[in-house]
């Protein structure tokens, strides 16, 4: 079924920028809240097709943020100061930040692309702004540069709140903390996004009654639906033969000697989400670049023997069903739908900004 798009552009007056725009989840969700999206900003030219295939009446603008000129960008969107109409948002690649204990070395540069961010909202002085991140960015306020960044907020009579969600409170079926500033200069009011009523799990929105048919690893889908799973060994499809149904872990093949990992041996204890299935009445774990792959999370089907396809991830993102994915290759689009912000997510705040502009 195609879906019907609203005039977004006469909804409101309210226009946004998207710095860090990836494929689109945060525009997306603007859109779908009213707010008439000018332009995403992403350094992956990767993204471009992506963000220009959904976020329609919009302008992909590949830069690095840290090259990108306040005057320039002004220019190019036709934009003003202290306009109280602009919301600049600003969701900066977070590796840094995670608290995954990973390698922090490629990712050095993320870490200061809050202060870049920051120059354009000092510059503009817009009536809201919108930061998106991961938690470790609030526990780490004073390095990351997060703390002198409200105190300039609030001295500039911006009412900020700041705190971390969990994305499933407003209508993602997944598991995703995340840290969201949202700043108003417009009243007195402290925005946030409001929950939804209800939690979605992964059995309202994934299975055969919700549109995705039975398929095995290694499916090819050369539509854009992208039903796409990765390809298994015969072993891993063995193991997950032995994992239980609806949310079983890797302990169902522990005690059989050619299918358990050196690397697991004596350690029952640790790491069990890997080849992990997925439960049918509890959120998604957090959805990442890699859930492609059941060997790097609970990333398994709850019941066929197989990781979750492309457009299974997309939609416990809270992706549309034809949300058009644009990319060379699955780990490519798998990275674009893992980092991205969830829609409905971003819709909730997107709604909260409408509701006090009006």
């Not at 998207?18 to 993204?47: P, T």
């Not at 900020?160 to 009011?189: C, E, I, Y």
Request: hydrophobic fraction near 35%; glycine fraction near 8%; include cysteine.
């Amino acid at each position: 079924m195609t879906r019907i798009k609203p005039n977004i552009s006469n909804q409101t007056p309210l226009k946004a920028v998207d710095f860090f725009c990836g494929g689109g989840g945060m525009s997306y969700g603007m859109q779908e809240a009213g707010i008439n999206v000018l332009a995403g900003v992403d350094i992956d030219g990767n993204c471009k097709d992506t963000y220009e295939a959904n976020i329609k009446e919009a302008s992909f603008i590949k830069a690095d943020v840290s090259d990108l000129k306040e005057k320039d960008l002004q220019k190019q969107l036709g934009l003003k100061r202290r306009d109280k109409n602009l919301v600049l948002i600003g969701c900066s690649p977070c590796q840094f930040w995670s608290i995954i204990n990973t390698d922090k070395t490629k990712s050095q540069k993320s870490k200061n692309l809050l202060a870049e961010f920051r120059r354009f909202v000092e510059y503009f002085r817009p009536g809201y702004v919108i930061v998106e991140n991961v938690p470790g960015v609030l526990r780490k306020k004073k390095e990351s540069g997060l703390e002198d960044f409200i105190v300039w907020l609030e001295n500039n009579k911006y009412q900020v709140h700041f705190d971390v969600h969990n994305t499933n409170d407003f209508g993602v079926p997944q598991n995703r903390k995340r840290f969201t500033l949202v700043a108003n200069r417009t009243s007195k009011n402290k925005i946030f996004p409001k929950k939804k009523s209800n939690k979605l799990a992964v059995k309202d929105v994934l299975g055969e009654k919700n549109g995705f048919p039975k398929v095995s690893a290694g499916n090819r889908d050369k539509t854009d639906f992208l039903h796409t799973t990765s390809n298994l060994t015969d072993l891993t499809i063995e193991r997950l033969q032995h994992v239980n149904k609806d949310g079983g872990d890797r302990l169902g093949f522990a005690n059989i000697e050619h299918l358990q990992l050196k690397c697991f041996l004596g350690k029952n204890d640790s790491f069990k989400d890997t080849f992990g299935r997925m439960w049918w009445n509890k959120p998604a774990p957090t959805i990442t670049t890699k859930f492609l792959s059941v060997s790097n999370g609970r990333f398994a089907h709850p019941e066929e023997n197989r990781g979750i396809s492309l457009r299974e991830g997309a939609v416990l993102q809270s992706f549309p069903k034809d949300y058009k994915f644009k990319g060379t290759s699955q780990e490519l689009i798998a990275r674009i739908i893992g980092n991205a912000v969830p829609p409905k997510y971003a819709e909730c705040i997107g709604t909260s900004i409408v509701e006090n502009h009006k």
